[in-house]
């Protein structure tokens, strides 16, 4: 069965202090491991896609990896504003479905 | 650049009354379209998706059933609520690879 989990389930921070997400993953035919960022009471809002081993992508703070079973998301210098659950998804089939990790609550304090 | 809209933002329903929830996209045509439901603590849930107008396909057995009469309008409805309906529902729009997520309406079946 294809599955996400994430961890941390939550995750506090001093501001500045650089820390990672994690994402594993059990699918047949990976085609898209994405990360989403979500703020409390709205919709996800997209941040990468990766779409194989050894693939990295950068915005800002933020830079994901991704590796055969697993997806980092790492945070450095963590500002405030950073504070969101981030939730992973992989994209498996024919039909492009989503699955869903949880997600992990980052806090972030001033 | 493409938009999507849900409404209502907010809705307080008692059991047993109808439910009609709609989602429209702008500035895109044929999308992929997809209703999730968030509830606290369980991650985002794959409720409906469409490929194409009148087309719909569902993820879970539930009392809810979705539609697309036009092209980038896509509705979630119910005949009778169940207070396990309260949740946060998210509409979403896919043409390549991303999926990208609108607003939510957040429903509180009392």
Redesign the interface.
Known sequence: EDQVTQSPEALRLQEGESSSLNCSYTVSGL??L?W?RQDP??????LF?LYSAGEEKEKERLKATLTKKESFLHITAPKPEDSATY?C?V?AGS????I????TKLSVKP | SQTIHQWPATLVQPVGSPLSLECTVEGTSNPNLYWYRQAAGRGLQLLFYSVGIGQISSEVPQNLSASRPQDRQFILSSKKLLLSDSGFYLCAWRLTYEQYFGPGTRLTVT
């Not at chain 1, 009471?41 to 997209?46: A, R, S």
């Not at chain 1, 869903?100 to 997600?103: D, E, L, R, S, Y």
């Open positions: 085609r898209g994405f989403y009471g709205k919709g996800p809002e997209f896609t939730l998804a994209q039909q492009g479905n989503l869903f990790g949880k997600g």
